[in-house]
C-alpha cells in the first residue's frame, strides 16, 4: 500500500482531493500549507509542487500535482471506492477525464473571481464591485447546466456518486460561503444536503476544522468574506 501524504489549506480545492482519499478509506497524512504565511511559495514547498499551489500528493515520497491527475490516479489506483464510473472504454474514460478538466480548468477560475477577486486586479475594493459581479454571472450559467442535469439523478452520473460531485460540493460551499446567491438553484442546493450527510465528506470537513484551528492559534486564518 503506498504512503499518501496530501498538502492542502483550508477552503481551497485540495478539500476535492481530501474528500477522495476519505471515500476510498485508505490512511492518509495531511500537511497543512499556511498561504497567509506564502508557504506555498516556499523552496521546500516548491520542490513538492515548482507551481506553487495546493494540492500536491507525495505517493510513496513522489509528487503528483494538480487534481485532474490526483483524482484520476486515486481512482484507477482504488477502482473499489468507485470514485468514478468503471468503464473499459477509452472514450467514456475521456469524458470522464474532461469532466474533471471542466471543473478544474473551466469552473475553478471563475470560483477565484468569486471568492478571491482581490487576486485579479490589484484595487482590492474594486475587485468586490467589478471581478466579483462577472464571475457571478459566468457562475450562474454553469449553476443552470448544472442544475439542469441534477434533475435527472442527485449525482453528476445520476444515481451513483463520483469524485465529480466531490467537486461541486467544493465549489458550492466555497461560492455561498462568500454570499453567492444559490436559490435558483434548487437542485444544486439538494446535491449539498445530501453530499453532507455522507461520512466522508464530514471526515474530510473535520480534517480541515483542524488545520483552520492551527491557523486562527497561529493568527494566519483568512475566513473567506
Ligand atoms: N490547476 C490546479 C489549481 C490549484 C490551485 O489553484 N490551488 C490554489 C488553491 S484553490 C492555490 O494553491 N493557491 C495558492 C496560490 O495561488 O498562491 C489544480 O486543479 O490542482
Redesign the pocket.
Known amino acids: 500500500m503506498p504512503e499518501l501524504e496530501l498538502f492542502v489549506?483550508p477552503?481551497?480545492?485540495?478539500r476535492v482531493?481530501t474528500i477522495a482519499l476519505e471515500e476510498i478509506g485508505v490512511p492518509f497524512e495531511t500537511t497543512l500549507?499556511r498561504?497567509a504565511a506564502?508557504q506555498?511559495?516556499s523552496p521546500e514547498f516548491l520542490k513538492i509542487n515548482p507551481?506553487?499551489?495546493?494540492?500536491a500528493l507525495l505517493i510513496d515520497g513522489a509528487p503528483l500535482?494538480?487534481?485532474?491527475a490526483?483524482l484520476s490516479w486515486l481512482a484507477a489506483t482504488y477502482p473499489e471506492a468507485h470514485l468514478l464510473p468503471e468503464t473499459d472504454d477509452q472514450l467514456a474514460a475521456l469524458k470522464q477525464t474532461a469532466d474533471l478538466a471542466f471543473w478544474?480548468?473551466t469552473v475553478?477560475p471563475v470560483?477565484?473571481r468569486i471568492a478571491m477577486p482581490m487576486?485579479m486586479i490589484p484595487d482590492a475594493a474594486q475587485s468586490f464591485e467589478i471581478v466579483r459581479p462577472k464571475g457571478v454571472e459566468d457562475m450562474n450559467k454553469i449553476m443552470k447546466m448544472i442544475d439542469t442535469r441534477l434533475q435527472d439523478g442527485p449525482w453528476w452520473y445520476g444515481e451513483t456518486w463520483s469524485i465529480v460531485d466531490g467537486y461541486l460540493y467544493w465549489v458550492w460551499g466555497r461560492i455561498t460561503g462568500v454570499g453567492y446567491d444559490g436559490t435558483a438553484f434548487p437542485n444544486v442546493q439538494k446535491h449539498f444536503e445530501l453530499s453532507n450527510a455522507r461520512p466522508a465528506m464530514q471526515r474530510a470537513m473535520a480534517r480541515e476544522e483542524v488545520n483552520i484551528d492551527v491557523l486562527k492559534s497561529e493568527n494566519l486564518y483568512m475566513p473567506p468574506r
Open positions: 489549506a477552503n481551497t480545492c485540495a482531493a500549507i498561504t506564502n506555498q511559495n507551481k506553487g499551489k495546493v494540492p500535482t494538480e487534481n485532474v490526483i478544474a480548468g475553478h470560483v477565484t487576486k
